[in-house]
Every structure is written in C-alpha cells, then in structure tokens.
C-alpha cells in the first residue's frame, strides 16, 4: 500500500495554495484524504508553522477549507493549516452509516478499544501519523511548531490532544467544543459503543475531567461559543468547562457571543482571531 500522499487538488487562494492530498493510513487501515493550506512565501527554504484544524460531526477534510474563510487570515501571518478528515472510511463495518452523530464522519479523535470498531484511531492519527507524514514528506513545513483547533466534535478533540500533549502544541482553540462528552448524548452514545461501559476510560477523553490532571498550561485557551447555538445547554456544556478551567488556574478566554449559531456563518466571523490567536503562540 502506498503511504505517501499524493496530490489530488490544487486551487490557489490569497496567493498561497489550498492542496488536497490522499494516502493509505496505517493507523487507521484505509485510504485517507487531507487538506493543506500553503500561505504564500518569498523563499523556498522557509518553513511554515502549522494550525490542525479538527473539523465536527458529518464533516470531511473539505468543510473548513471551502467554507471557513480562514485562509485569508492564514496567507497573511504565514501559518499553514492542515485539516484532516473526522473518521475512516470504506471499511464497510456494519452499522458505520447508521446515524450521523456515530460512525463515519464521527470519530470524536479517540483511539476506540471495541473490537469492532478498532480503526477508529483518529487520536493516533491526529497525534502521530499525520505529523510524521508531514515532516517526512513537506519540508517546506515546520512540524516542531504546531498549534491546535476545531469545531463542536473537533473543538472536543482539539482540547482534549492539547491537555494530553502539552509538549507538542504551542496553543489551543476551539468554537462550539463538545466540552464535557461524559454529560451529554452525543458524547455518551460516542463512548458506550467506542469505549465500552469503562468511565474511566470515558474520562481520558473529557477536556473538562483532564484538565484537572494536565493543568500546566500557559498559553490562554480561546473558545468561541454561539449564545443561540441550539446545540449549547445540552450537547456542547461550555460553563462546565469554564467552571475546571478555573478550579486550577488555567488561563481561558470563553467568549460568548450573541446572536451565533452553531454553523459556519459563526466560524467564517471569528476565525481571524483565532489564526492570529496561533500565530502569536507560534511565533514565540
């Protein structure tokens, strides 16, 4: 199987390159597609620090790139943007399409330990295949400076790599997080059928249960929250996070803003604060 990735799109945008590419994943067992956003540059020998952008439920590697506007904001700090896919596909594994919320393009970014769900590894995958792919085969990117964030499910597992990886992200951020799964329906039916009926397990994979363990964090976490996003009080539970955060002293900036959605819309406005947000950590 060949695990180099290979270019399959190209389209250029605020004078850098929107790149998409395809590889076999060993993690995961199965073919995998992937963004690249390249910002422009002046030399060849320059390397780009990079922002993974963890995308939510049903999306692809796709959404961001076609519809976050972060690009703009990216080509003009000189920070690259990788965005993955959220689950495997194409392994036909039964019931894997049954519900949105569970299965492909749900993989919540855990590494699943049920036996029939066994490629679910996006955690690996995010961690440590795709950078290594990365530095192995994109010199023109500086793997070393990286930074971390993502959107409802993906704002889940931004948090949550960055608690557990202190060392490998410059900063972290997220709209709309999926803030404490352990208390909320998607994150419950996520877990039971991933993790089985383990709680301890389920914890590993709760930024509001891990950041009472990996509270060393110094730069300030930035999350974004919609007030009408009708996904807030029962799914997403940002103030439990908020209330953790504070509990140990972790810098947080939750901001709350009237009148967004859970939607792009509400990305597409703010997510020039959060590329300058990283780009300042980055920059260090």
Not at 60 to 67: G, L, P, S
Request: glycine fraction near 8%.
């Amino acid at each position: 199987m060949e695990t180099k990735p290979t270019e399959i799109g190209s389209s250029k945008m605020f004078g850098g390159y929107n790149k998409r590419y395809k590889h076999f994943s060993r993690t995961l067992g199965c073919s995998m597609t992937f963004h690249i956003y390249f910002p422009p540059s002046s030399s060849p020998s320059h390397k780009f620090p990079i922002l993974y952008w963890l995308s939510g439920l049903t999306c692809t590697d796709e959404n961001f790139i076609i519809k976050s506007g972060a690009q703009r904001a990216a080509s003009a700090e000189g920070v690259a943007l990788i965005a993955p896919d959220t689950s495997p596909r194409g392994l036909n594994v039964e019931g894997e399409a049954d519900s949105w919320d569970f299965g492909v393009g749900a993989g919540f970014y855990l590494n699943a330990t049920q036996q029939k769900w066994k490629n679910w590894r996006m955690y690996d995958y995010v961690v440590k295949e795709l950078p290594k792919l990365l530095s192995e085969n994109f010199p023109q990117l500086d793997t070393s400076k990286a930074s971390i964030s993502g959107h409802s499910m993906g704002g889940h597992g931004a948090l949550t790599i960055y608690l557990k990886n202190l060392d490998k992200y410059k900063s972290a951020s997220a709209f709309a997080p999926i803030a404490n799964p352990i208390n909320c329906p998607w994150g419950q039916k996520a877990f039971t059928n991933y993790l089985g009926n383990d709680k301890a397990a389920w914890e590993e994979y709760d930024a509001t249960c891990l950041i009472k363990k990996f509270h060393n964090v110094s730069a300030t976490i930035l999350i974004d929250q919609g007030e009408d996003d009708k996904f807030l009080h029962d799914q997403l539970l940002a103030h439990k996070f908020e209330e953790a955060c504070r509990s140990v002293n972790v810098p947080l900036l939750l901001r709350l803003q009237p009148g967004y959605d859970h939607s792009y819309f509400f990305i597409s406005t703010f997510i020039d604060d959060h590329i300058r947000h990283h780009a300042q950590a980055l920059k260090l």
